[in-house]
């Protein structure tokens, strides 16, 4: 595939209980980036990956949140303990990170539900 | 950090009007303004982008502009199309040397009405 895939495209889960979300990112994209949408919300910044660098975590919302990124592929962001909270949908996106053209590829995103 | 505002929320017109969503950010060092669009169920799709160094950017019926100065760029859609009707974000990024993080607006929700 061409853009950018994550998985599932839809969870449901138990308050409590921890998920993982997955992002292949372009073949080639040095950055990839996780970012929450709310409903009816915009995009809130959670984690960066760039090459070899070490993440820049800024974004994430408290310590229940984790993510991991082997090499220059695929990401996993972890939710531990999820709350009702955690309800959005969670978008990857890549990019090729340097110069001028930074355009960011998304993904379709995982819609999360915590029940 | 990069703060991004987007005015309005929300933006109903008929279709052929012009649309005109406006974004402010707040870090001079922001050198890169993309606009994406999002349709229902999906990712935001890029649209459109603006360097720091151009004012004006147009591609068939969309167009940016962007001052620098005032810390301002906006989207202008002409001759709307009921498939124009999508949520858009603006966003900023220092694309040189930083790190290359987009900034967010809230976004605007446009409806054209057929």
């Known amino acids: 595939g061409a853009g950018v895939s994550q998985s599932p495209s839809n969870k449901v889960t138990e308050k409590g209980k921890d998920v993982e979300l997955r992002c292949d990112p372009i073949s080639g994209h040095t950055a990839l980036y996780w970012y929450r949408q709310r409903l009816g919300q915009g995009l809130e910044f959670l984690i960066y990956?760039?090459?070899?660098?070490?993440?820049?975590k800024s974004g994430l919302p408290s310590d229940r949140f984790s993510a991991e990124r082997t090499g220059e592929s695929v990401s996993t962001l972890t939710i531990q303990r999820t709350q009702q909270e955690d309800s959005a949908v969670y978008l990857c996106?890549?990019?090729?990170?340097?110069?001028?053209?930074?355009?960011?590829?998304f993904g379709q995103g995982t819609r999360l539900t915590v029940v | 950090g990069e703060n991004v505002e987007q005015h309005p929320s929300t933006l109903s017109v008929q279709e052929g009007d012009s649309a005109v969503i406006k974004c402010t950010y707040s870090?001079?060092?922001?050198?890169?303004f993309p606009w994406y669009k999002q349709e229902l169920g999906k990712g935001p799709q890029l649209i459109i982008d603006?360097?720091?160094?151009?004012g004006e950017k147009k591609d068939q019926r969309i167009a940016v502009t962007l001052n620098k100065t005032a810390k301002h760029f906006s989207l202008h859609i002409t001759e709307t199309q009921p498939e124009d009707s999508a949520v858009y974000f603006c966003?900023?990024?220092?694309?040189?040397?930083?790190?290359?993080?987009?900034?967010f607006g809230r976004g605007t929700s446009l409806i054209v009405h057929p």
């Open positions: 990956f760039q090459g070899n660098s070490a993440p820049d």
């Open positions: 966003a900023a990024v220092e694309a040189s040397g930083g790190s290359y993080i987009p900034t």
């Open positions: 870090d001079s060092a922001s050198n890169y």
């Open positions: 603006i360097r720091s160094n151009v």
């Open positions: 996106a890549s990019s090729v990170a340097g110069g001028m053209s930074t355009e960011a590829f």
